[in-house]
């Protein structure tokens, strides 16, 4: 999308609640572990709407992931961010996002809302790319595919497990967690 562009040139998306399409969808995550690399992980069950009104910037997106979903591919850590030190799952089992804004950007689009994780609710910013409209031959339906990315201080959450300091620039782990949704949304 390029500068020029604004909700008036984008494909119409017909009014209604559009949907996740979980096979072709993913919302994933990274985190810097001991300064060297990232870990990567993904959530496996999740939701994803997009409610489309009369209007083109009438949009509103709900998401909600189930914590204990997590995959890391090393089963002692997904257990240890179930547990009370990072996620609390027996006491707050999902993640959950409603927006508030969704705008035009020199690259797409900024979506901000609010981020409910561990109890706590905080305003985060996701940058969001169209990728267009096309009838999937699986279903006939119209799909939606979008791509969001954002960041998020889990200390700001209240989860600083492993925040102990390795030197001047290094933690044990990183405060900061990127995430990426891949998303397609089926046609109401």
Same mark, same amino acid.
């Given at each position: 999308? +390029?500068?020029?562009?604004t909700?008036?040139?984008?494909?119409?998306l017909?009014?209604?609640?559009?949907?996740? *399409?979980?096979?072709?969808?993913?919302?994933?995550?990274?985190?810097?572990h001991? /300064?060297?690399?990232?870990?990567?992980?993904?959530? =496996?069950?999740?939701?994803?709407?997009?409610?489309?009104?009369?209007?083109?910037?009438?949009?509103?997106v709900?998401?909600?992931? @189930? !914590? $204990?979903?997590?995959?890391t591919?090393?089963? &002692?850590?997904?257990?240890?961010?179930?547990?009370?030190?990072?996620?609390?799952? @027996?006491?707050? %089992?999902?993640?959950?996002?409603?927006?508030?804004?969704? *705008?035009?950007?020199a &690259?797409?689009?900024?979506?901000?809302? &609010?981020? +409910?994780?561990?109890?706590?609710?905080?305003?985060?910013? !996701?940058?969001? =790319?169209?990728?267009?409209?096309?009838?999937f %031959? /699986?279903?006939?339906? #119209?799909? $939606? /595919?979008?791509?969001? #990315?954002? =960041?998020l201080?889990?200390?700001?959450?209240?989860?600083?497990?492993?925040?102990?300091? !390795?030197?001047? *620039?290094?933690l $044990?782990? $990183?405060?900061?967690?990127?995430?990426?949704l =891949?998303?397609?949304?089926?046609?109401?």
């Amino acid at each position: 999308m +390029t500068a020029s562009q604004t909700f008036d040139t984008l494909p119409t998306l017909a009014a209604g609640r559009w949907q996740t *399409d979980h096979h072709h969808s993913a919302i994933t995550f990274a985190i810097r572990h001991f /300064g060297l690399s990232k870990v990567r992980g993904r959530f =496996e069950t999740f939701d994803v709407t997009l409610d489309v009104g009369p209007s083109p910037t009438d949009l509103a997106v709900t998401a909600t992931i @189930d !914590l $204990a979903s997590i995959n890391t591919n090393n089963t &002692d850590r997904d257990t240890h961010l179930r547990s009370t030190d990072f996620f609390k799952v @027996d006491e707050h %089992p999902t993640i959950s996002f409603h927006s508030a804004s969704i *705008d035009p950007s020199a &690259d797409g689009y900024t979506m901000s809302g &609010d981020l +409910t994780l561990n109890g706590i609710t905080r305003v985060v910013t !996701l940058n969001v =790319e169209s990728n267009g409209l096309a009838v999937f %031959p /699986g279903d006939g339906k #119209t799909h $939606a /595919g979008l791509s969001a #990315t954002g =960041e998020l201080r889990r200390s700001e959450f209240g989860i600083e497990f492993g925040m102990m300091p !390795l030197g001047v *620039d290094r933690l $044990a782990l $990183a405060d900061v967690v990127s995430f990426e949704l =891949e998303m397609q949304l089926v046609e109401p």
